[in-house]
């Protein structure tokens, strides 16, 4: 595997382990009595949202959608596509979506949008790492676990042309 063009690790498991603790407590305080549904985005998301379901205690349901914007590039496209959507109906449900980095904001706008524009009851977003270095689009982040620098991250979910996404630590591709 040609990890020689990865970095060093930014953030460990365990770092990341902790704060989906203390993230999925402060979301169950933030609705107690009330239900959610948790929409983890594919295919980044999928290691973060089992840490954050795991911790957050609240009768809830989970569905998963697909998008994509950055195809084999470290450049966004601009462009959401939407590969898979909702299994569920989300109309009156609270909703977190569960996403693994916001960078340009691109994706967590139109996602943000879609979701209202279906009746929902509130939509928050539960983001691993966010960028803010990278943004061109103004949004909102509710739960954020890590702030990272201006790098292309890799790991723990995150993909360089689908590589890399096994990595159990956050790091950066070497320029
Ligand atoms: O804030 P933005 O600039 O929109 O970038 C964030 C999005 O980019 C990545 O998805 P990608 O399109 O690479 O799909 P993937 O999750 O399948 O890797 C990441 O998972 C976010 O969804
Ligand atoms: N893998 C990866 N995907 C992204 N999508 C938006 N920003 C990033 C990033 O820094 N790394
Ligand atoms: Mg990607």
Redesign the pocket.
């Known amino acids: 595997m040609a990890r020689d063009v990865v970095g060093e690790i930014m953030i460990t498991q365990e770092q990341i382990t902790k704060r989906a603790e203390e993230l999925g407590a402060q979301i169950t305080r933030d609705y107690e009595g009330e239900e959610i549904v948790l929409i983890g985005?594919?295919?980044?998301?999928v290691l973060w949202m089992g840490d954050i379901m795991k911790h957050v205690d609240l009768d809830m349901t989970i569905d998963f959608m697909?998008?994509?914007?950055?195809?084999a590039s470290t450049k966004?496209s601009g462009v959401?596509k939407i590969v898979k959507d909702l299994d569920s109906d989300i109309e009156g449900k609270n909703v977190i979506i569960v996403?693994?980095?916001?960078?340009?904001?691109?994706?967590?706008n139109y996602l943000k949008h879609y979701l209202e524009n279906r009746n929902t009851k509130s939509v928050r977003i539960c983001t691993l790492l966010d960028k803010p270095s990278?943004r061109r689009v103004e949004i909102e982040v509710d739960y954020i676990g890590f702030e990272v620098e201006d790098k292309f991250i890799v790991g723990y979910?995150?993909?360089f042309d689908q590589k890399y996404r096994n990595l159990p630590y956050i790091s950066f591709l070497e320029e």
């Open positions: 985005i594919l295919r980044g998301a697909a998008v994509s914007s950055y195809g966004s959401v996403e693994d980095i916001v960078d340009s904001g691109t994706t967590l990278g979910g995150l993909d």
